[in-house]
């Protein structure tokens, strides 16, 4: 039986564990656990670790960001203004929370100290800033999925600057930064990578063999490889930067299960969750053995685990899913 305990939030928010004892990772999977989230049907989503700890992350349907302390399993919420829709939070160097209100045209940050709102509003187009990531610089790249952007926000002055996609309906949708400061992002709505100039902001698209591949999410591991999980057929791929070459395996859930959140550890392991099944399954892949391991079930069901995210210090990925649920799977032992 795959290992895992699943914690569910009840009325003084104390977890009850059903403990499993650890085994190979690599034969049973990664232990899950879960906690249940006290706003009910707020989709809790894309959570990130602070320096303390603490995890954050943003409720989009409840318009708020929250914190979860895994230590005890209590909860602490700020609420945003209704109808920002949140979508995703990050945590810049002095512990600032950076939120995309995605259905608002603004990205916000958060005091840690007071919980002061200060609301950076997106150019005329840039309507709904949907994922974040700070670069090495400590300049935040945002990816505008419906406004068909690629954006750029300096915190130290405020200035906001995007840039369009070549084509229509492009949907850029994740994002990460390689360690040259390179960002990549998926242009979910067609079969492209694209990778921008950190200085310049040039886009650059790079077009994978498939012309019905539609990328959601992607990872970089340490020799720059850039990986990305096909939403519509079911593959996880790998793009050569230097060569252009792409090497594609079909997942184990096959064409209709849906890969969509996504991770790269410290070992360049590639971990994803097929959404198409029910319950949704935790998937890892060995580049080296180019071998899928360690598939498990999210005991919750998961509904949709959309976006996630590595800790080194702990060997753990957080996500969460729509069955209002904010999860860790520990990867490293």
């Known amino acids: 039986m795959a290992m895992r305990h699943f914690l569910l939030l009840i009325a003084v928010l104390l977890p ?12 049973n999977g990664p232990e899950l ?12 989503r894309d959570p990130i670790i602070d320096a303390n700890g603490r995890v954050w992350f943003v ?6 960001v929250a914190s979860l302390n895994p230590q005890d399993g209590s909860f602490d919420r700020i609420d945003l203004q209704e109808g920002d829709g949140p979508h995703n939070v990050i945590v810049d160097a002095e512990g600032a929370l950076w939120y995309a209100g ?13 919980k002061e709102i200060t609301r950076f509003p997106m150019p005329e187009g840039a309507r709904d ?4 990531i700070f670069d090495h610089q400590g300049k935040l790249w945002f990816t505008v999925q419906g406004g068909n952007m690629i954006g750029r926000l300096d915190p130290a002055t405020g200035d906001v600057k995007v840039r369009p996609v070549s084509q229509e309906r492009s949907r850029p949708y994740g994002i990460v930064v390689a360690e040259d400061g390179t960002p990549w992002v998926v242009l ?6 694209a990778s921008i100039d950190p200085e310049t902001m040039e886009i650059t698209e790079h077009e994978l063999p498939r012309p019905e591949t539609r990328p959601r999410r992607l990872g970089i591991t340490s020799d720059g490889a850039v990986w990305y999980v096909d939403y519509a057929k079911g593959y996880l791929g790998r793009f050569d930067p230097a060569t ?21 550890d410290d070992q360049d392991r590639i971990w994803f969750v097929e959404t198409g099944p029910n319950p949704n399954r935790f998937v890892g892949f060995d580049p080296a053995s180019e071998s899928f391991f360690g598939i498990t079930e999210i005991e919750s ?29 520990l990867v490293r032992r």
């Not at 995210?309 to 060997?315: K, L, M, T």
């Open 16 to 27: 009850v564990v059903i403990p499993v004892r650890a085994q190979d990772l690599a034969v």
């Open 33 to 44: 656990t879960e906690w249940m989230v006290p706003w009910e049907n707020t989709r809790p």
């Open 59 to 64: 409720g989009q349907a409840g318009d708020y």
């Open 102 to 114: 995605n259905r608002a045209a603004h990205i916000g940050r958060i005091d840690p100290k007071t």
């Open 129 to 132: 800033p949907h994922t974040l």
């Open 188 to 193: 979910f709505g067609t079969n492209r990578l």
């Open 244 to 264: 252009g070459d792409v090497k594609e395996w079909q997942t184990p859930g096959g064409e209709s299960s849906a890969p969509y959140a996504m991770a790269v």
């Open 301 to 329: 069901g998961g509904g949709t685990v959309r976006h996630m995210i590595f800790d080194p210090e702990s060997g753990v990925i957080w996500f969460g899913t729509d069955t209002n649920t904010i999860g860790s799977a």
